[in-house]
């Protein structure tokens, strides 16, 4: 028993002895813990706050727009872009933009636009939404090998019926109908048997069919 006492005497000492060695650099360490647990915490209120308010300045220039507010839709556009660049609902103002000035015939200004969304995107769902908007956009400013460079950083999964039928259209205005034609049959490939483009895609290749026996 008389060991056992001093048994529990000497550990008793030694965690004393290790406390006083090491108990201030215990105390800093729970500190700081504690200040990253609160800090985390702040920020993410912080983004969630941020993230609400270019949610209702991108509900505001949908209201504008459906008034035909075209200025102040540009004005709303322009503040979630420098304000609020690194929300979802500003790379969604900047492409939505760009397909009204597609719409428009401002094919430059539609490409600055995507590039912009291209650039704030990061790796958001909307991403190869974006590229294959470009790449369309691309082919109908005439810039048909930009367009198959955006197509080829597609890689997401879901999208490759779509990238490889617009590949087979920017080949197609490339004068390479045989290249184009191994892209529109990778993406029938793709497609289930009940896609609804299905028809319009045989279609392109019944089209270089004929102009290939034309060719002839």
Do not use: C
């Amino acid at each position: 028993m008389a060991f056992d006492a001093y048994d529990d005497y000497e550990q008793g000492e030694r965690v004393q002895q290790w406390l006083r060695q090491n108990g201030l650099s215990i105390v800093i360490g729970v500190v700081i813990g504690l200040v990253a647990i609160f800090g985390w915490q702040q920020w993410r209120n912080h983004q969630a706050t941020r993230e609400m308010e270019a949610s209702n300045l991108y509900q505001q220039l949908q209201t504008a727009l459906a008034a035909g507010k075209t200025s102040e839709a540009d004005q709303l556009v322009a503040s979630l872009e420098k304000d609020y660049a690194k929300s979802t609902y500003a790379v969604l103002a900047a492409s939505d933009r760009a397909q009204r000035q597609v719409e428009d015939k401002q094919l430059d200004k539609a490409l600055a636009s995507l590039q912009w969304a291209r650039n704030h995107v990061g790796d958001n769902a909307l991403k190869p939404l974006i590229e294959l908007r470009t790449a369309k956009v691309q082919m109908a400013a005439g810039k048909a090998n930009d367009a198959l460079t955006t197509l080829d950083g597609v890689t997401a999964k879901g999208y490759e019926a779509l990238r490889q039928e617009l590949r087979g259209d920017a080949l197609v205005k490339l004068g390479r109908a045989d290249d184009a034609r191994k892209a529109y049959q990778a993406a029938l490939a793709a497609m289930g048997e009940d896609a609804p483009q299905r028809a319009a895609l045989q279609l392109k290749l019944d089209d270089l069919a004929v102009a290939g026996k034309q060719g002839a």
